[in-house]
């Protein structure tokens, strides 16, 4: 049983059921050579035929309406599912973005058509979404966009630039932040389209990373044009709409365990418990995940109450991808090996972690615009 995971209490009715059976599924993917663990894998590890059998098992899509081909499932459910699926390192980036966020995202903003056009698919992990949000020089800044929409008769003329857009490669889809209107207020005049892909004048460039992996994309629009029902939500809106989605981005269980498969495979050797101050730091690193582990599960529950946990979903991303990065710290400390890309278990997922700590703090926002934004809100209630 996965460190962690078996303390907390249930969180429903059906948990024990739906988790033994995740469980079982996924032992039978790794006996099938259907994937190997590996760290950070809800954002690398992209394999389409993996994600299309997890939704044949209704595990894709879990809180889309059934009228729509989803599970109706809540929220809780969906992050029982998910813990498992990152607990064993499983490879659900294809699918991950259009589940986590875009699914809720055109629940909520979609039209009627757009919803019966890209909700059945996302169920299925037919279709597969990308999100169109950073941009060159912005760092951090969201709010810096240059990427322009303009009105035209055949609808909208997109030109500009993301980058750092997860699984682009692979998409069906992007949503994509862009400025519409002028407005004095810099989280004015934002507006979100829905893009299908391949189109001719929208050009997906891959970025390599540090460990030579092909994840994250460079995306040129060459005022390419696009329907007038690719708006999605109202014009001017995009501000709001992102930062609602940024919720359920930010809170997830993935900012906690893209470090687990490495913390299991550690509490597996003779080294976890060799020396007092690894037993200390092992049982340390333990008590704080299943503290954060509560504080995420916290706000699965908020969603399911329709609530808005922005500022409590910052808070976690903040202190939850601390905590993933100080396990690969202490893995690195206390483990009597040497990180081995080529080589397997415990030298393999710590070869990984090591170059993909860098990221843990700045993607999905740096923890320092994350804690400007739980002072700013706390301030005020």
């Known amino acids: 049983m996965p460190i962690g995971l078996q303390a907390a209490p249930t969180t429903s009715a059906d948990e024990p059921g739906l ?22 894998a809800w954002l690398t590890g992209i394999d389409p035929a ?15 309406p059934t009228s729509y081909g989803g599970g109706g499932r809540s929220a809780v459910e969906r992050f029982v599912v998910t813990e498992e699926l990152l607990a064993a390192g499983a490879p659900v980036a294809a699918h991950w973005v259009a589940d986590r966020q875009m699914a809720p995202g055109i629940l909520a903003h979609g039209t009627p058509e757009q919803r019966q056009t890209y909700l059945p698919g996302i169920a299925t992990a037919e279709l597969l979404f990308g999100i169109g949000m950073s941009e060159p020089d912005a760092g951090s800044d969201l709010a810096a966009v240059r990427t322009r929409a303009v009105a035209v008769e055949d609808g909208w003329r997109l030109t ?4 750092w857009t997860s699984s682009a490669h692979v998409a069906t889809n992007l949503v994509v932040l862009v400025r519409t209107d002028v407005s004095q207020d810099r ?23 540090i460990d030579g992996g092909h994840h994250v994309n460079e995306v040129v629009f060459d005022d390419a044009v696009i329907p007038a029902g690719a708006l999605l ?21 993935e900012r ?6 490495l913390l299991v495979a550690w509490s597996a050797c003779e080294e976890s418990r060799g020396s007092r101050g690894a037993r200390e730091d092992l049982g340390r690193l ?10 995420s599960l916290a706000i699965a529950r908020q969603i399911d109450e329709g609530r808005d946990p922005s500022v409590e979903a910052a808070l976690v991303k903040d202190l939850g ?11 690195r400390r206390h483990a009597r090996i040497e990180p081995d890309p080529t080589g397997s278990g415990l030298a393999r997922l710590l070869a990984s972690a090591v170059l993909h700590t860098p990221v843990f703090t700045l993607r999905g926002g740096t923890n320092e615009v994350l804690r400007s934004i739980v002072a700013k809100q706390w301030s005020t209630r």
Not at 234 to 251: D, F, I, K
Not at 256 to 261: E, G, M, Q, V, Y
């Open 233 to 253: 939500g109202r014009r001017g809106e995009g501000w709001a709409q992102v930062t609602r989605e940024l919720a359920a981005e930010r809170s997830g269980p």
């Open 321 to 331: 991808t601390q905590f993933e990065s100080e396990v690969v710290d202490v893995v």
């Open 19 to 40: 988790r033994r059976a995740v469980r079982e599924h996924l032992d039978r993917e790794r006996a099938e050579g259907g994937f190997e663990p590996a760290v950070d």
């Open 187 to 209: 989280h004015g005049g934002l507006s979100q389209f829905v893009v299908d892909l391949p189109h001719p004048d929208i050009h997906v460039r891959p970025i390599i990373t």
């Open 50 to 64: 993996f994600s299309r059998r997890l939704a044949a098992r209704g595990w894709v899509g879990m809180r889309i």
């Open 256 to 261: 906690i365990l893209s470090t687990l498969p």
């Open 286 to 295: 333990v008590s704080r995940l299943s503290t954060l582990r509560q504080m």
């Open 160 to 163: 500009g630039t993301k980058v």
